[in-house]
């Protein structure tokens, strides 16, 4: 708890209300040293050193400790208003409230750093497992298809002459899916790293919705595989402003993706609609769903819902979100009205009507 | 029969080998050069019907290449790289390279660039009535018919569509299309082209969200194809 009050407040606020509160302290009870004595005094200003100790960092804590010393001694140990200290006691007692102030402020020093490197250990442990995860599944996803290209390939030249034609053509088009699957992770891969480096800068430009989303789903329908893909756009949508390349490629991730996680048969709606100034285009399948739970976590990168079937690097999501977040626009995943998964990007963009003016 | 000669400029030795036994198993004449020292000596030496040039060589940047053989070489230049940024494909489109395939590339797919590349201008004079497979052209009447009916366009439409047949395969860039269709203030006015391209796929294809004609090469331009040259 200490940590967070130490986070909010800052260093010069933390010198201003320690020396403050020690002010304060001082002449309240310069008016009632007659009556508690001003041995309790230094009591009271070691208790507030220990207070402010809790939560403030180790230099205003040495400052407030030396100039409760000196006030101590300046204003409260007879004689008042000299450093002079002439009993015994006194001097003894000063010297252990220097000391005791002291010993607070390297205490809490001390606490800090342990803190600090307990909280690194827990980051470099996060990073680890990060790391992990991603050697897990690059590993897994690239070995994969080299595994089944060497292993092909190594059949193809060594046992050439016993493999009938079937099992040469079979091996031969299990090599051209590893590689394109391949590729496919290499894609991925690029775009990632693309996005952690912070330089995507969206080239927009004017772009036809409806030409969008086909031109993303044509990769797809190029290799059907039992899944029905139901665009609903509205005739007459305006031209809107994005990056046609980056967006192409979220759309093809969520379509993708939902082709790759329900069953045979599922329908994948795509929808969009814009209007003045904003876009929106959902993405929604009737194949399971995300659990509830899981939702906010299906955009980290490397993450895989629990019980998934292997296949992804657990990137396609994330790079969509980048990418709609360089369009400076919102993804969002729901549960759709049929209990699939719904993701709805909202990208705010210069709309144009022209198409709907007669031309000519 | 296929004789058709074909310079390979590529530094990588397997990607040569790979476009050498396509290229041959494809009857045409194969000629490698590893540097664009070499490519383009062997360029002057011999000059090709088509070059298929790779822009990350060692010596020296492709699209410098591109240029210089530009200068004198009037057949098609197929550009081969593993870059896929738009950047890329545009600089080298407007420098006159008549194709650009990004590695890794389907076979069928290099083998459709190549012919359509080395057929291109062939929809020349001898015939001003253009089919393509069902879709005809009739370019002295200025008349397009689809499935023998007459498809009505207007003169921008018109115009757009005969530029593209003029460039039957080749990528055209929409800096091109807006400034041959609508002239040089309106290269940036790309929304021209969104809606042209749109009304046009409506009269033309036979389902506009799918075309078969007017292909989209994203972030890049429009490619007319004849149907029967998908693979």
Request: charged letters at 20%.
């Given at each position: 708890m200490s940590n967070l009050l130490l986070n909010t407040i800052p260093r010069r606020n933390q010198y201003l209300i320690s020396i403050l509160l020690i002010l304060l302290l001082s002449i309240s009870c310069y008016f009632l040293t007659d009556i508690i004595g001003y041995k309790v005094v230094a009591f009271l200003l070691l208790v507030t050193l220990s207070l402010l100790a809790l939560f403030f960092d180790i230099l205003p804590i040495l400052i407030s400790a030396v100039l409760s010393a000196l006030i101590w001694n300046f204003f409260?140990?007879?004689?008042?208003?000299?450093?002079h200290v002439h009993t015994g006691e006194d001097f003894f007692l000063f010297i252990m409230y220097f000391i005791i102030a002291m010993v607070h402020a390297v205490l809490t020093f001390k606490i800090r750093q342990v803190q600090k490197e307990a909280r690194k250990k827990i980051e470099k442990a996060n990073t680890l497992k990060l790391y992990n995860t991603l050697l897990n599944s690059l590993s897994h996803e690239l070995r994969t298809p080299i595994a089944t290209i060497i292993g092909a390939s190594d059949n193809l030249i060594m046992n050439a002459g016993k493999l009938t034609d079937e099992n040469k053509s079979n091996l031969l088009s299990e090599i051209s899916l590893a590689a394109l699957r391949l590729n496919q992770q290499v894609e991925n891969l690029l775009n990632m790293s693309r996005l952690e480096s912070g330089f995507i800068q969206p080239k927009k430009d004017w772009c036809d919705v409806n030409e969008l989303i086909y031109a993303s789903i044509k990769n797809i329908e190029d290799h059907p595989d039992d899944h029905i893909i139901d665009v609903q756009v509205k005739d007459n949508l305006p031209l809107v402003k994005l990056d046609i390349g980056l967006m192409e490629q979220v759309l093809y991730n969520l379509i993708n993706n939902a082709v790759i996680y329900t069953p045979a048969k599922s329908v994948i709606i795509v929808a969009a609609d814009c209007a003045d100034g904003n876009c929106t285009i959902v993405v929604e399948d009737?194949?399971?769903?995300?659990?509830p739970e899981e939702r906010e976590n299906v955009f980290e990168k490397f993450y895989r819902l629990k019980y998934s079937k292997t296949g992804?690097?657990?990137l396609g999501l994330s790079i969509a979100k980048g990418f709609v977040e360089a369009h400076n626009g919102t993804i969002n995943v729901e549960s759709g009205s049929s209990g699939g998964a719904k993701f709805i990007i909202k990208i705010p963009t210069e709309t144009s009507y022209l198409n709907h003016l007669k031309n000519e | 029969m296929n004789s058709s000669q074909i310079l390979i400029i590529d530094d990588e030795a397997q990607i040569r080998k790979l476009l050498q036994i396509t290229l041959q198993s494809n009857d045409y004449q194969v000629v490698e050069a590893a540097t664009a020292k070499e490519g383009m000596i062997a360029a002057a030496n011999h000059p090709p019907d088509l070059i298929l040039l790779d822009l990350g060589l060692p010596d020296e940047d492709g699209h410098s290449v591109l240029k210089q053989l530009r200068q004198w070489y009037s057949k098609p230049i197929i550009i081969i790289s593993v870059q896929n940024n738009e950047e890329d494909i545009v600089k080298a489109l407007d420098n006159a390279a008549n194709d650009y395939l990004v590695k890794p590339f389907r076979t069928g797919e290099l083998l459709a660039r190549i012919r359509s590349a080395l057929r291109g201008?062939?929809?020349?004079?001898?015939?001003p009535v253009l089919d393509y497979n069902g879709l005809l052209i009739d370019l002295t009447t200025r008349t397009v018919k689809k499935n023998e009916e007459v498809v009505k366009l207007t003169v921008t439409e018109y115009n757009l569509l005969t530029l593209f047949v003029k460039n039957e395969g080749k990528v055209l860039t929409h800096h091109f299309l807006l400034y041959n269709v609508?002239?040089?203030?309106?290269?940036?006015?790309?929304q021209y082209l969104r809606v042209y391209i749109a009304q046009l796929r409506k009269k033309i294809e036979d389902d506009p969200n799918r075309p078969n004609y007017i292909i989209t090469e994203t972030g890049v331009g429009y490619r007319f194809v004849a149907k029967a040259f998908i693979v």
């Open positions: 409260f140990i007879p004689p008042k208003f000299t450093f009737n194949g399971k769903g995300f659990p992804g690097t657990g | 201008g062939t929809t020349d004079d001898t015939s609508w002239g040089p203030d309106f290269i940036d006015q790309s």
